[in-house]
C-alpha cells in the first residue's frame, strides 16, 4: 500500500515538473515573438551601422526603417536611415536623383535589408543611365530578391507604363541628347528655349510619358517630348 502512494506521488511530481518545463518553453517562445521596442531597435541599429545612414552614409536625424511589407519588428528587417533618404522613399516626388548615387557604395553591403532598399530605390531610379547600371550589377541571394520585390518593386509591368517618344517616335532614355524642334516660352523665366538647342544628359518624367527634363541656359526645366528630336 505504502508503495502504491510513493509511486502515486513521484507520478504527481513528475507531472508537477512536465508542467513547469512546458510553462518555461511557453514563456521562451512568446519572448521570441514580442516585437522589439522603437528604442531596442535604433540601439541595435545604430550598433550595426556605427551610427551612420546605411544608405548614404550621413550622421544626421537619424531613425529605424522597418522595410515593408512587415508583420513584427525585427532588427534583421530594418536599417537605419537618415530623414533624407526617408523623406525620398517615402514620397516619391521627392526624390533628388543626385542623392542617390550613394547607392554604388550601400548596395554592397552584406546586410540583406541594405540590399533590399538599394534594390528598391534602383528600380524606381533605372530609367537614369547611371542607375540601370548598378542594378545590372547587383546580384542577391533569391530570398532576398524575393522579399525586395515583396511590395511590388520591380514589377515589369510597372517599367512599361511610360514610353518616352520624341517627334519621330523614336524611344527616349535617361542621358540621351535631344535638339528642340521649336521655341518655347520657358514659364516662370524671361528666355526662350530656342529651336534648335541642344539638351544634353535629359532626364525622364517617370509619371509622364510626354514630359522630358533637361538643362537649358543654366537652368532646369521640363520640355515636351513633342517638341524634341533625338541626336544619339
Keep these: 500500500m505504502a508503495e502504491k502512494r510513493e509511486i502515486k506521488k513521484q507520478d504527481g511530481l513528475l507531472s508537477i515538473f512536465l508542467a513547469y518545463l512546458w510553462a518555461l518553453q511557453k514563456i521562451k517562445y512568446r519572448t521570441h515573438l514580442t516585437p522589439l521596442s522603437k528604442m531596442s531597435l535604433e540601439k541595435k541599429l545604430h550598433e550595426r551601422s556605427g551610427s551612420t545612414c546605411e544608405l548614404c552614409r550621413s550622421t544626421n536625424e537619424l531613425r529605424a526603417y522597418e522595410i515593408p511589407p512587415t508583420t513584427h519588428t525585427a532588427v534583421e528587417k530594418s536599417i ?15 526624390i533628388d536623383m543626385n542623392h542617390w548615387h ?10 540583406p535589408a541594405v540590399q533590399v532598399m538599394a534594390w528598391r530605390m534602383l528600380n524606381r531610379l533605372k530609367a537614369e543611365v547611371w542607375a540601370q547600371n548598378l542594378l545590372d550589377m547587383l546580384y542577391l541571394e533569391d530570398d532576398v530578391l ?4 515583396a511590395n511590388g518593386e520591380g514589377d515589369s509591368d510597372l517599367g512599361q507604363q511610360a514610353k518616352h517618344m520624341d517627334c519621330n517616335g523614336v524611344a527616349l532614355q535617361a542621358g540621351d541628347t535631344v535638339v528642340l524642334t521649336k521655341d518655347l516660352n520657358v514659364k516662370g523665366t524671361s528666355f526662350t528655349a530656342k529651336r534648335g538647342t541642344a539638351v544634353r544628359g535629359i532626364s525622364i518624367v517617370h509619371d509622364n510619358p510626354e514630359q522630358i527634363e533637361g538643362r537649358v541656359n543654366g537652368q532646369q526645366i521640363v520640355i515636351l517630348t ?6 544619339n
Design 80 to 94: 537605419l536611415l537618415c530623414d533624407r533618404c526617408l523623406e525620398q522613399i517615402e514620397n516619391p516626388e521627392a
Design 102 to 111: 550613394c547607392l554604388n557604395d550601400s548596395m554592397w553591403s552584406q546586410e
Design 146 to 149: 524575393a522579399w525586395a520585390k
Design 226 to 231: 513633342k517638341f524634341v528630336k533625338k541626336t
